[in-house]
């Protein structure tokens, strides 16, 4: 009967009452018949099929204002509702008491300019989002659950469901029926016990449903991969054995997917070699291996360990380029001139043999002239490298790449994970290196595929819009930074963003100002349409060059085993381009969550090192400000909350100048500000640090 009421109302040219409703299904009808279809309208109701209007008459929701979606929670409190084609901001007072991962109604009630704002009218289906509990067992041997997070319900065990928990055991739950303000939930995953060492972390990456052990499946699998490279994997191979090939990673990377090489041409020009794991000939279409890389969609490197994408027979066996040993490889070999363009390039499948396994370490100082006397006979071509290095990178600037300044934060742990140190991590010059050679790779690949105009994955990343950078040159003025020059808003060039940078320069709060730009710009993202990539100024980008822990790169391989490597016939291409729509959407969507998680682990990571230290002082500067407090970043990237009520004056927020204003109405604290704080609190709980003013050590904008 719930399907020919929903019918019926969708085949209504106008909203329709349950008495035509009734009729229409039913000329003679009872009241039996009568209260099935009441019945059917209030489950079409809760389940957000339909929406009723003022009159008691009803309409699909498909017609409707309305907007239907999951709920994403946000730290600051407020909420996204994730939309096909916009995500809706949910301000935080306007939840309605919707929780990370609910399915929710809601009214759009702003959508002008940049601002697409609703709030929810309705939770149609509860999700529990990222709620773990604690299973408690008393002495009679009863199953409770301890929530972690407080929430506006009672959930509870369903019947049968705690078979085999332990007591102090960490669970994941997810929701089998709600009945008033009680959820009855079952065990969706087990993370660990609350007293295990590294709980922290693994209750951090079952809140972002990250899969944290393989299936059967795919072990098994793994396991029957061969040690080595066989003779039948020679064939359609070139052999590239007698080549100068090598590997530059982090000291403890496991999981090595490319290598390079470069030879000297006698017009001048360089033979850049780019050497990638051919993962996609061992990772078949169809297998468990490949389905599960799809749902990780890229492995997650944490503070102290890497959930990989692939079991480690892979990673960190066959298809790794550790050194001396045959290994199969996807290569592309580019003429580059001194201008640093490509003047001719070639793709293969390749057997390589890497003769050195280097080091960021190393390698950097050989490029700065004290080299070890492992790397001599490695000098000339490393010395050659990071010539060709430095002519891709004034290429790149020529054309607008836009160089924003790292933030990122590098975590020191010991052997038990507990944080020692904290540090910027560094571009040197042999990171860049790296960087530079596998971008060229990347975007030549990238120009092969549309050369041979067949279905692709572009990595891509849309220019900024023009109502952000309109409010950051207002923003920067406040802080006293005049941004001069025209910018035509329509058509926001990358070298328009350069031309703001090169002006921010030499401001004091250059950094911040530089932080705060780049909030301005979009995400990068895959897709299968190539709009190019703003923040490097190119016109084809895609990502080749990390299969072993990216499943764009993977699926890439096969793309290009399937099409470049073989003759394609139309209905394979067709077939592909629909495959590529769902699996562009899901990795960027894993992409984003392991970021998230990521950074909450960091964040968890430094409140626990900041937990030991309450009570110290350090010079920090102002980098964000709410009603309440503002944010600071210490000298040592540690940020904090220094909330209103630890100062001893009265202050008031002036949103329009993103200041606080002292009762004599001067500026008392403003963005950019330095000054000397003092932790007083830190909860890795809460993943928080606070801080109290000590002074203010001057004005930041001076």
Known sequence: ????????????????????????????????????????????????????????????????????????????????????ERDLF????????SLNGDTVICEVVSDK???????????????????????LIDSEGNYSLKMLKDLPFKVVLDSGEEVGLLDGEIVKLEVVAEVGNVIYAKVKSRVGHKNSPDIDILKIVAEFDIPYEFSEKALQEAKLMPKTVLPKDFEGRKDLRDKEIFTIDGSDTKDIDDAISLEMLQNGNYLLGVHIADVSYYVKEGSALKKEALERGNSVYLADRVIPMLPVELSN????????????????????DKEGNVVHKELFRSIIKSRKKMTYESVNKVLKGNCEEEYKPYEETLLQMHELSKILKANKTRRGEIDFVSSEVKLIVDENGKVIDIKKRVQDLAEQLIENFMVVANESVSRTMTEHNVPSIYRVHGS???????????????????????????????????????????????????????????KAVYDTTNIGHFGIASTDYTHFTSPIRRFSDLELHYIIGETIFKQTNNAFCEALKQNLLYITERISETEKTADDCEHEVNDMKIAEYM???????????????????????????????????????YYTFREDLMAFVANNKKIAFRLGDKVRVECIGASKEQRTVDFTLVKKVKDGNN
């Open 1 to 84: 009967m719930k399907e020919k009421v929903l019918q019926v109302i969708r085949n209504s040219q106008k909203s329709i009452d349950a008495m035509k409703i009734m009729r229409t299904i039913k000329d003679d009808y009872s009241k039996e018949d009568l209260e099935e279809v009441l019945g059917s309208i209030d489950e079409l109701l809760k389940e957000g099929e339909i929406v009723s209007k003022r009159d008691n008459c009803y309409m699909p929701f498909e017609r409707s204002k309305f907007k239907k979606g999951k709920i994403e929670i946000t730290r600051s409190g407020n909420g996204y509702v994730l939309l096909p």
């Open 90 to 97: 949910i301000n935080k007072q306007n939840l309605k008491g």
């Open 113 to 135: 300019g940049n601002i697409y704002e609703g709030k929810v009218r309705k939770i149609i289906k509860r999700g529990l989002g990222n709620a773990l509990a604690e299973v």
């Open 317 to 336: 066996g066959i298809c790794s380029l550790n050194p001396n040993v045959d290994r199969c490889a996807m290569s592309i070999e580019m003429e580059i």
């Open 464 to 522: 900024p819009s023009p109502e952000k950078i309109k409010e950051f040159i207002k923003f920067a003025g406040m802080l006293g930074c005049h941004i001069v020059g025209k910018i035509d808003y329509n058509n926001i060039t990358p070298k328009d963003i350069q031309n703001i940078l090169s002006q921010l320069e030499n401001h004091s709060a250059y950094e911040l100002l530089n932080k705060h730009l780049l909030r301005c710009m979009q």
């Open 611 to 649: 937990e030991n230290h309450i009570g110290e002082e350090y010079d920090a500067v102002i980098d964000g400000m709410l009603a309440n407090g503002f944010f600071v970043e210490t000298d040592n990237l540690i940020s904090g909350l220094v909330k209103l009520e630890t100062l001893e004056d």
